[in-house]
């Protein structure tokens, strides 16, 4: 996690003051910057980060999808074999990045851009992704295009993977929701079915699903006493749903559209209970966005936010406090910042 990197921050406070953050100065607000939504808290002027060795990395793209000789059914047993596989690869390190897309519930196909491994060369990246080619070719699915390529450091693998312009989350025509799914799921068979399900539903419902294979690292060095979501530390995977709508759409249309979405992730929750979503990446009308988007540091972060924040000078939707707010003139399901910030009555 990112948040675990930092050292120290420095920070103007909402009443003005310059102050520093860090374990020994400010530490409540040093642990409400690093994952609490920092930019509600104080503006960050500067802030120190841990550094890290320079290390090789290999990646891996491959993709399989329905055909002639690949029926849904079997193109889904084969996601089955590749879910199967999220804690072992989390385990070892690695990161994934894939996406799902169904014209319908019968075509669909799966993308892995890319398998990203830290310190390991092809050979070690092939051995380690045998077993899944050896459980998809059993299912009679094929890989051809796996492509493994060896960087010599993470500069050079990211602006080459990853180039310019980046992907977005959000536009005026698209928005995303998102669910953190637990290795819990993985340590029940039922659980897991049920995930599955739900992911498969979703697909084939909404067309597209982009997740990531991931989990964050045990680092005894660094400082993991933060306000990063607890979801987060029991997480195997992170995986986005969209809306869309068309250039004429009304403000009656975002909102159905983005009520298809609130509801469609109710199944993603049910399959989850008790974990949380990526605020970053998440649907804006997430129901109970302090679970969700905080977990179990909510009451604190509410109570620091009051603390350096007492006037709500800086809010956003769905930050620590913005409960406390509401905008004029809003339609259900269509949030906007077109209005008047009012405070909710006591």
Known sequence: MGADQVLSMEVVLPDGRFVSASEDSNP????????????????????????????????????????????????????????ATFPEHADAGQYRYWSIGCSDATTCGFSMAPHWANNMNKAQLQQLNDPLFASLAALGITVDDAVY???????????????????????????????????????????????????????????????????????????????????????????????????????????????????????????????????NEADINEPNFQQSFYGSNYARLYALKQQYDPHGILYAPTAVGSEDWYITGQIDYYPTQNGRLCRVPE
């Open 28 to 83: 409540d607000l040093f642990w409400a910057l690093r994952g609490g939504g920092g930019g509600t808290f104080g503006v960050v002027t500067s802030l120190v980060i841990r550094a890290y060795p320079k290390q090789p990395v290999t990646t891996l793209t491959y993709s399989f999808g329905t055909n002639g000789n690949i029926s849904s059914d079997t193109f889904w047993a084969g996601m089955d074999a590749v879910w």
């Open 149 to 279: 390529t060896e960087y010599d450091g993470l500069l050079n693998a990211f602006n080459l993977t990853f180039p310019a312009p980046t992907e977005v989350v959000g536009t005026w025509a698209f928005h995303t929701g998102s669910r953190l799914f637990p290795r819990s799921n993985w340590e029940d068979p039922a659980a897991l079915a049920v995930q599955s399900a739900a992911i498969r539903d979703a697909a084939i419902a909404a067309g597209f699903v982009l997740g990531y294979n991931l989990k964050a690292a045990s680092n005894p060095t660094a400082n993991q006493d933060n306000a990063v979501n607890p979801a987060w530390r029991e997480t195997l995977a992170h995986i986005m749903v969209g809306a869309s709508w068309g250039p004429e759409a009304s403000p009656a249309d975002i909102a159905a559209a983005s009520e298809v979405l609130t509801q469609r992730l109710g199944s993603w929750r049910d399959a989850s209970p008790g974990a949380g979503a990526y605020m």
